[in-house]
């Protein structure tokens, strides 16, 4: 009986969530020949093509839908058995703080997981704005931040970092003559100033709309047609329209979400470091 190996299905994951062979590679550390020779190595085991490949894109087959379900329950077991037998048996309280963007689409998963590997640890979330939640950091009130890191000049260790993507409703269309309406986190958001910022290059004419504190509020203010958004690329989902220099918006920088640790050595901070890396993939 053929076993599957974790590190091919943790390409596979990366490639399905990533949407390309290239990025995947670089989350990875592995050359984009070094991921297609592992994702072809994983469809002959299976016999059954993954991917459909296009000029441009790559998407899942019915076949990659299926795995990319089973994939993901299997790499988060191996991560829950290994945290189990090699970590030692925790307590304690651990403060956390998550920018909303950050936590929206792994706190679940994350959560679920960290409890069962440590039961007697006991998590105090608060869920913000980076700008809300580093005062509270900075008066030791929380343990550990995962936010962005642009919008502060305190020391922070990198995570990953991801494109900002310009976002509409499927059926919105650029005005002729008025303003783009922008909807988007507020002031001093990294996000909305990078849409800014690129706006200005571009001589495109805007006004803010709309304003919130919370990503589910500002998706829906765009399947709503209210406006334009500019989101982290893990955030968006098929019910929202990409924008890009064809649609006449110029490019974003990528946003870097970083950690802020109270103490380096807090071994339960690290423990959840390592469990939200595992689950972002």
Request: aromatic content about 8%; hydrophobic content about 40%; glycine content about 6%.
């Amino acid at each position: 009986m053929h076993t599957l190996d974790h590190e091919l299905l943790r390409c596979f994951v990366a490639v399905a969530e990533n949407g390309s062979f290239t990025s995947a590679g670089d989350k990875l550390g592995l050359t984009q020949p070094g991921v297609s020779v592992r994702i072809r190595k994983l469809e002959d085991r299976l016999q059954k093509p993954l991917f459909l490949r296009e000029k441009r894109a790559i998407s899942l087959t019915n076949d990659g839908e299926v795995l990319l379900q089973y994939a993901r329950q299997m790499l988060n077991l191996n991560q829950e058995i290994i945290h189990y037998f090699n970590s030692p048996d925790m307590s304690g309280i651990l403060n956390v703080g998550i920018a909303d963007y950050v936590a929206h689409t792994t706190l679940q998963p994350l959560l679920l997981h960290f409890r069962k590997c440590f039961p007697k640890v006991k998590l105090k979330i608060v869920i913000g704005l980076g700008i809300d939640l580093l005062p509270k950091f900075e008066q030791g009130k929380l343990d550990v931040v995962v936010s962005g890191i642009n919008e502060t000049h305190l020391p922070s260790r990198t995570l990953y970092s991801e494109p900002l993507i310009w976002c509409a409703a499927h059926d919105w269309e650029k005005p002729e003559d008025g303003p783009i309406e922008l909807l988007s986190l507020p002031e001093p958001c990294s996000h909305r100033q990078a849409g800014i910022d690129a706006m200005k290059t571009t001589h495109l004419n805007w006004e803010q709309t709309y304003t919130s504190s919370n990503i589910s509020s500002i998706k829906a203010a765009i399947s709503a047609g209210l406006g334009v958004a500019i989101l982290p690329q893990s955030v968006i989902d098929d019910t929202i329209k990409i924008l890009d220099d064809k649609d006449g918006f110029p490019p974003l920088p990528h946003n870097k979400i970083g950690a802020f640790l109270k103490s380096e050595d807090n071994l339960i901070a690290n423990s959840f470091l390592d469990f939200y890396i595992d689950f972002r993939g």
